[in-house]
C-alpha cells in the first residue's frame, strides 16, 4: 500500500501508568451546548471515564478515532472525553459531527499534555505541539485503571482492548 505520509516512531512515553492518579487539571471543557472552565477531578467524580487525548480536530486520526468511539457506543458505558490542542470552537464544530455523547477539553498551550507525556512535536516545527493518540479509563479518584498511548504516528487505540477494560473496571 502506497501511503501519503511516513509513519514515524514517537519517543518513549513517561505518561501515567494503570494503578497512578492522572494528574488533575482545569480547561475548558466544550459540551454540545456550550463550555466552561472544568476540573477534571470535577467530571471523573460523576463517574468512570474514558480520558482521550487525539490530535488536532479535523485531522484524519482524530476523524477515525471519534467515528470508532461512536461506533462502538462508549459514551453509552462511560463518560467519554476528549483533550486535544484545538479551540472550543473547533471542538463544537467537532461534536456536531461525531463524538456523540463526548465532552471536549481544549488545551490551547499543550500543558495538560505536557503533565500526561503525550505532547507530539508537529512535523518537527518549533513550538507546535499536539497531544499524540492516548486513552486512559479513569475510577471516580483519577486512579488509572486501563492507559495506551501511541508510540507511532499515525496509530489508533485498540478498541477492543478499551472495551475489555470497561467491561472489567465498570
Known sequence: MDLDFEVTDLPESDHPEPGDVAPDFIRPLVGPEYWEDAALSEVVAEG??????????GAFPTTYIWNAFDDHGFAEEVQVVGVSVSTPYAHRDLLE?????????????????AAYDVGNDLDGMEGVTEHRPAVFLLDAD?????????????????????????????
Not at 468512570?48 to 480536530?57: I, Y
Not at 463526548?102 to 499534555?113: E, K, Q, T
Request: net charge negative; proline share 7%; no cysteine.
Open 97 to 113: 459531527e461525531r463524538a456523540a455523547g463526548a465532552r471536549l477539553f481544549s488545551d490551547l498551550d499543550a500543558g495538560v499534555a
Open 142 to 170: 483519577r486512579a488509572v485503571q486501563y492507559a495506551w498511548v501511541a508510540d507511532e504516528w499515525p496509530a489508533f487505540p485498540d478498541y477492543e482492548a478499551i472495551a475489555a477494560a470497561i467491561d472489567e473496571h465498570v
Open 48 to 57: 468512570p471515564t474514558l480520558l482521550v487525548f487525539h490530535p488536532m480536530d
